[in-house]
């Protein structure tokens, strides 16, 4: 206890000094980034529209701009982000009509958790009836495991009222529900088509190209378009720099009439060579996420995956204690962490296995650079996407729908494109402090909780279980922050460096030596090389100084 004290005081010491030291980088990167945005300017004032068809002649099926359609507003997609916004602007008086591709119920193995900060979105909206009646399960925070030993990290819920946590849920309920509630109000309609094209007018995106559920061609017009279309989105080119990653995959399962060692808690396993989650979506069922890096995973279909379990695991059966078994047999983690989760969840996942309902998606990564389109705007995963490791995609998405709604609540008009487009590029802006908070940080906390044969990386995983594990500040001030009730991004960076300081710490004291040195110094350069990148995509300047940018001033046009 001791040497903890001790390598905190040297942390305490230093931090101040290294934010320092950040907030002159910082004015470095900003420099570049008004370079970057000035190009962009540009490039949209000389008329860029890449991908978008121009519509010129009235077809079959249309409803023209001059013949009073009636939309003001029209969304692609009714996802969470599209059904979500539907609701909130038409309970605003907008008239809405929803474009979605499937209507029916959708099955995922992500966006099943949602955090407190989303839950309070939730609430700002008037959608926090949409996790009753599905069976939806309270979430206290998260217990961390690694190498047997294990610590609780509860979400700082103390300010809040009794009903404010996070929740977890089957995903396809969800919707559902906000669906059928947005599809109450008479000004809402909800139609199913997939939308094949954005129909352009002297560079101003006036509707849609839809192709109906019987193949009917249709066009739709409404003075704004929000797209709301996915990861997937066939949309997104025209409205944005799609700079898509896929880090890994998730391997999902469903585990069945079992307990996790804490209630109430979503589980983080930082397994080799990548973390796994555990946490329950209803009463009796509780989703298992085995991350995988890199973008392939053995196949289901073939059989390649369960031949492997019924060929390996029987050989192995004898050295069989926990659920992480299986896991060890298909060469994603080693021996040696086989111990880590209680054995009462080993039926369980067999079970699970032998049910064969395996299930995997990529896990993808994008920062937001849109292009600035009159009369168009994105939202949701086909705008921005993180890691799911920290589960704040439907938080950035709801708050996203908050800053939205407040933007449009003065305008009455939304037909005078060039001037709502120039004052809903605020909207960038305003989103960025809580967005860009859990996006740096679902980045960096990934690439941290992965194993790595790096010693300095080695160092930094071990640390940060241990600053978790310290208790008081240092476990709810990084749980505030991924839980989106307090999303600061310098706090994030401060907290950021305050563990790779302590990783340092715990190797300098209490006698130091060259290669321990030499160890620190690439743990910060490390440290550095993780979340730098990271900020930079994000937006130094919109992330950390968002009074400097001029479009937070815009007021909203007048309409005579």
Same mark, same amino acid.
């Given at each position: 206890?001791?040497?903890?004290?001790?390598?905190?005081?040297?942390?305490?010491?230093?931090?101040?000094?290294?934010?320092?030291?950040?907030?002159?980088?910082?004015?470095?990167?900003?420099?570049?980034?008004?370079?970057?945005?000035?190009?962009?300017?540009?490039?949209?004032?000389?008329?860029?529209?890449?991908?978008?068809?121009?519509?010129?002649?009235?077809?079959?099926?249309?409803?023209?701009?001059?013949?009073?359609?009636?939309?003001?507003?029209?969304?692609?997609?009714?996802?969470?982000?599209?059904?979500?916004?539907?609701?909130?602007?038409?309970?605003?008086?907008?008239?809405?009509?929803?474009?979605?591709?499937?209507?029916?119920?959708?099955?995922?193995?992500?966006?099943?958790?949602?955090?407190?900060?989303?839950?309070?979105?939730?609430?700002?909206?008037?959608?926090?009836?949409?996790?009753?009646?599905?069976?939806?399960?309270?979430?206290?925070?998260?217990?961390?495991?690694?190498?047997?030993?294990?610590?609780?990290?509860?979400?700082?819920?103390?300010?809040?009222?009794?009903?404010?946590?996070?929740?977890?849920?089957?995903?396809?309920?969800?919707?559902?529900?906000?669906?059928?509630?947005?599809?109450?109000?008479?000004?809402?309609?909800?139609?199913?088509?997939?939308?094949?094209?954005?129909?352009?007018?002297?560079?101003?995106?006036?509707?849609?190209?839809?192709?109906?559920?019987?193949?009917?061609?249709?066009?739709?017009?409404?003075?704004?378009?929000?797209?709301?279309?996915?990861?997937?989105?066939?949309?997104?080119?025209?409205?944005?720099?799609?700079?898509?990653?896929?880090?890994?995959?998730?391997?999902?399962?469903?585990?069945?009439?079992?307990?996790?060692?804490?209630?109430?808690?979503?589980?983080?396993?930082? =397994?080799d060579p990548s973390p796994i989650l555990l946490y329950p979506i209803s009463s009796t069922e509780v989703r298992c996420l085995v991350d995988v890096p890199g973008k392939k995973v053995p196949s289901v279909a073939n059989g390649e995956m369960a031949n492997h379990l019924k060929t390996v695991v029987a050989q192995q059966v004898s050295c069989i204690d926990c659920p992480l078994k299986t896991l060890f047999y298909h060469g994603l983690i080693e021996e040696s962490v086989l111990f880590q989760v209680p054995p009462e969840?080993?039926?369980?996942?067999?079970?699970?296995?032998?049910?064969?309902?395996?299930?995997?998606?990529?896990?993808?990564?994008?920062? =937001?650079?849109?292009?600035?389109?009159?009369?168009?705007?994105?939202?949701?995963?086909?705008?921005?996407?993180?890691?799911?490791?920290?589960?704040?995609?439907?938080?950035?998405?709801?708050?996203?729908?908050?800053?939205?709604?407040?933007?449009?609540?003065?305008?009455?008009?939304?037909?005078?494109?060039?001037?709502?487009?120039?004052?809903?590029?605020?909207?960038?802006?305003?989103?960025?402090?809580? =967005?860009?908070?859990?996006?740096?940080?679902?980045?960096?906390?990934?690439?941290?909780?992965?194993?790595?044969?790096?010693?300095?990386?080695?160092?930094?995983?071990?640390?940060?279980?241990?600053?978790?594990?310290?208790?008081?500040?240092?476990?709810?001030?990084?749980?505030?922050?991924?839980?989106?009730?307090?999303?600061?991004?310098?706090?994030?960076?401060?907290?950021?460096?305050?563990?790779?300081?302590?990783?340092?710490?715990?190797?300098?004291?209490?006698?130091?030596?060259?290669?321990?040195?030499?160890?620190?110094?690439?743990?910060?350069?490390?440290?550095?090389?993780?979340?730098?990148?990271?900020?930079?995509?994000?937006?130094?300047?919109?992330?950390?100084?968002? =009074?400097?940018?001029?479009?937070?001033?815009?007021?909203?046009?007048?309409?005579?």
């Open positions: 206890m001791e040497m903890v004290f001790d390598n905190y005081i040297v942390g305490t010491f230093l931090v101040p000094l290294f934010a320092f030291l950040f907030l002159f980088i910082l004015r470095r990167y900003n420099n570049n980034n008004n370079n970057d945005n000035n190009t962009r300017k540009k490039r949209f004032e000389k008329g860029y529209s890449r991908e978008i068809k121009t519509q010129t002649g009235a077809g079959k099926g249309e409803c023209s701009p001059g013949n009073g359609s009636g939309n003001d507003v029209i969304i692609v997609g009714a996802g969470v982000a599209g059904a979500a916004l539907a609701y909130t602007l038409g309970k605003d008086g907008r008239r809405v009509h929803v474009i979605e591709r499937d209507l029916t119920e959708p099955d995922r193995i992500v966006g099943e958790l949602l955090q407190p900060g989303g839950y309070l979105k939730l609430v700002e909206l008037g959608l926090e009836d949409c996790v009753e009646d599905i069976d939806a399960q309270r979430v206290l925070g998260y217990a961390l495991f690694k190498d047997g030993r294990n610590t609780k990290l509860s979400y700082p819920l103390g300010k809040f009222q009794a009903d404010v946590s996070g929740r977890s849920f089957h995903n396809g309920r969800f919707i559902q529900r906000m669906r059928e509630k947005a599809a109450t109000l008479p000004n809402v309609k909800l139609e199913q088509g997939t939308v094949t094209s954005l129909l352009e007018e002297k560079g101003t995106i006036i509707g849609v190209q839809y192709k109906t559920k019987d193949g009917e061609e249709l066009r739709a017009y409404a003075p704004l378009t929000i797209v709301c279309d996915g990861c997937f989105s066939n949309l997104r080119r025209s409205l944005c720099n799609p700079k898509v990653d896929v880090p890994s995959c998730f391997v999902g399962l469903v585990l069945e009439n079992c307990e996790l060692p804490f209630s109430n808690h979503g589980h983080v396993i930082l =397994a969840l080993l039926d369980a996942f067999i079970a699970a296995v032998d049910k064969g309902n395996i299930r995997t998606m990529p896990n993808r990564s994008m920062p =937001a650079d849109p292009h600035p389109t009159p009369g168009a705007l994105l939202m949701g995963d086909a705008f921005n996407m993180r890691h799911p490791l920290t589960g704040g995609g439907m938080t950035v998405a709801l708050s996203d729908i908050v800053v939205l709604r407040d933007l449009l609540r003065p305008l009455h008009n939304l037909h005078d494109a060039a001037s709502l487009t120039s004052y809903l590029e605020s909207f960038y802006t305003l989103r960025k402090p809580v =967005a860009s908070t859990i996006n740096t940080l679902a980045g960096a906390l990934y690439k941290v909780f992965s194993a790595s044969p790096d010693e300095a990386r080695k160092e930094m995983r071990q640390a940060c279980f241990d600053y978790l594990s310290l208790g008081g500040v240092f476990s709810t001030g990084p749980v505030a922050l991924l839980s989106g009730l307090n999303p600061r991004p310098l706090s994030l960076v401060l907290h950021f460096f305050a563990v790779a300081i302590y990783g340092v710490g715990r190797l300098l004291l209490p006698f130091p030596s060259f290669q321990r040195m030499w160890i620190g110094a690439r743990l910060i350069s490390s440290a550095s090389g993780i979340i730098f990148p990271i900020i930079k995509a994000e937006g130094v300047r919109q992330m950390f100084f968002p =009074a400097t940018v001029p479009a937070v001033y815009r007021a909203p046009p007048v309409v005579n």
